[in-house]
């Protein structure tokens, strides 16, 4: 059986990166950059107050109290007429262009506001050359590369880009996933279900995961139990850049997606060395990728995080396609053997600047309100047998948890190494 990271090598060598798109910038939260950033201009184009007050000379105000004649009013959005010469300042405010000959910003708090105005003696002194001065270029030089393709865009990036005055972005285009449920037994919500019957809950967690993870859900509805009807759905599903079933891909009499991705396209793996989430399908039909996830509702979530969404994230030019990874210690026991990475459900809490992982009490692959309870999945090792108390890596799935200052990315191979201790 293949290890999680042999499995997750080669879903993501099988990548091909998407087309870019323009978008406007509106539109461009949480998109990945397809184009580097230059700045055409300097941002801000021009030596600015960052004050309400006074420019002046500093040396002006070497000897406490001074007053100073006024020569004119700046407001922002205003170019200045006259030169600041010694003995002599203008009014200006937040943000309007600095008048040529003043090289200091006294705030209109340190005066009295007159004309002349009287510079009152404070602790901080005078003036000295540059204060309150916001410099040509001082956030963004001309030429500058800002932000490098594969970049998530985060609002303070689109703001940045806004700021250049661009008024739209390239970004990767949003893959299609089409999302197949299977099953005779599996009916939507709103239709009445007979005996023997359950409600999907599979296709709506999928929708909102391949959502989240910056693609297009398509949603493709149920298939039947057979091969016949298999191929009709299945074959309505190849406009998609990557195809996601879940349910038949197990030993059943009745499981024929894999036999199906085998005889009539490409079966490229199945199974996995994971609980859960054994049962795990990769090939291709007609072309396009396919992921069979098993039915079980956990293991097909679970399934998603470890394998489709990395895939989805490279897709996009995501330089980061992992979730993130924290070293967390362990309260309780997660019970296994050697042979499969177990992927248990834990909650995650923070105390004394560290994160305590915490099993969820039902871990049954069919119990979907362990999902819904569980901030991260442990990645305990294969080679590991079962772990009481010491320290586990936690892949987080509730951004609620994220820090940049504790957490790795990716599984083992794809991360900085982690001592797990187990
Ligand atoms: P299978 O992988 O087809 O053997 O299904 C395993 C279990 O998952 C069975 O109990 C199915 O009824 C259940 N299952 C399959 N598809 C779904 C779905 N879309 N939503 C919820 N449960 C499902
Ligand atoms: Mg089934």
């Not at 055409?40 to 184009?45: A, D, E, I, Q, S």
């Not at 891909?249 to 499981?255: A, I, P, R, Y």
């Not at 994971?274 to 049962?279: I, L, N, S, T, V």
């Given at each position: 059986m293949l290890s999680v990271d042999d499995a997750l090598s080669r879903v993501l060598s099988a990548v091909r990166p998407v087309l870019a798109e323009r978008v406007p910038l509106v539109d461009a939260y949480d998109r990945v950059l397809a184009e580097a950033i230059v700045s055409?201009?300097?941002?801000?184009?021009w030596d600015n107050s960052a004050m309400d007050g006074f420019a002046v000379v500093?040396?002006?105000?070497?000897?406490?109290p001074v007053a100073l004649p006024v020569l004119e009013t700046i407001p922002a959005g205003a170019v200045p007429t006259l030169t600041v010469t010694a003995g002599a300042c203008s009014r200006i405010m937040t943000g309007a262009p600095m008048p040529s000959g003043a090289d200091a910003v006294v705030m209109?708090?340190?005066?009295?506001?007159?004309?002349p105005v009287t510079f009152a003696v404070t602790s901080s002194g005078g003036a000295t050359p540059g204060q309150n001065v916001r410099p040509c270029g001082g956030d963004v030089a001309q030429g500058d590369t800002v932000l490098e393709p594969g970049r998530v865009l985060d609002p303070a990036a689109v703001g940045l880009i806004s700021s250049l005055g661009f008024p739209s972005v390239l970004v990767a285009q949003r893959p299609r996933v089409a999302i197949l449920s299977t099953g005779d037994e599996v009916v939507e919500p709103g239709w009445p279900a007979h005996a023997g019957q359950i409600y999907s809950s599979n296709t709506l967690t999928l929708m909102g995961l391949v959502k989240r993870a910056g693609a297009e859900p398509i949603h493709c509805g149920i298939a039947p139990d057979d091969p016949e009807g298999l191929r009709a759905a299945l074959s309505r599903c190849l406009r998609a850049d990557l195809v996601v079933t879940t349910g038949?891909?197990?030993?059943?009499?009745?499981?024929h997606v894999k036999d199906f991705f085998q005889s009539h396209g490409a079966l490229e793996f199945w199974k996995v060395a994971?609980?859960?989430?054994?049962?795990l399908a990769f090939g291709s039909f007609g072309g396009v990728p396919c992921f069979g996830l098993p039915g079980n509702p956990v293991s097909c979530m679970v399934n998603f995080y470890q394998f489709v969404r990395p895939v989805i994230r490279k897709t996009l030019g995501?330089?980061?396609p992992h979730l993130p990874v924290v070293e967390a210690r362990l309260e309780g026991r997660i019970g296994k053997k050697k042979g499969r990475a177990e992927l248990a459900r834990v909650t995650l809490r923070l105390e004394d600047g560290g994160f305590v992982a915490t099993p969820v009490s039902r871990q049954s692959s069919g119990v979907l309100t362990s999902m819904a309870e569980c901030d991260g999945l442990s990645l305990?090792?294969?080679?590991?047998?079962a772990v009481e108390g010491g320290r586990i890596r936690v892949q987080v799935l509730?951004?609620?948890?994220?820090?940049g200052a504790t957490a790795n990315y990716g599984w083992p191979d794809h991360a900085p190494k982690v001592d797990h201790g187990c």
């Open positions: 055409p201009r300097n941002v801000p184009p500093a040396s002006d105000l070497a000897e406490l209109i708090e340190h005066t009295d506001g007159g004309d038949g891909v197990s030993m059943g009499d009745f499981d994971m609980k859960p989430g054994k049962p995501d330089p980061r305990v090792p294969a080679d590991s047998g509730d951004p609620r948890f994220l820090d």
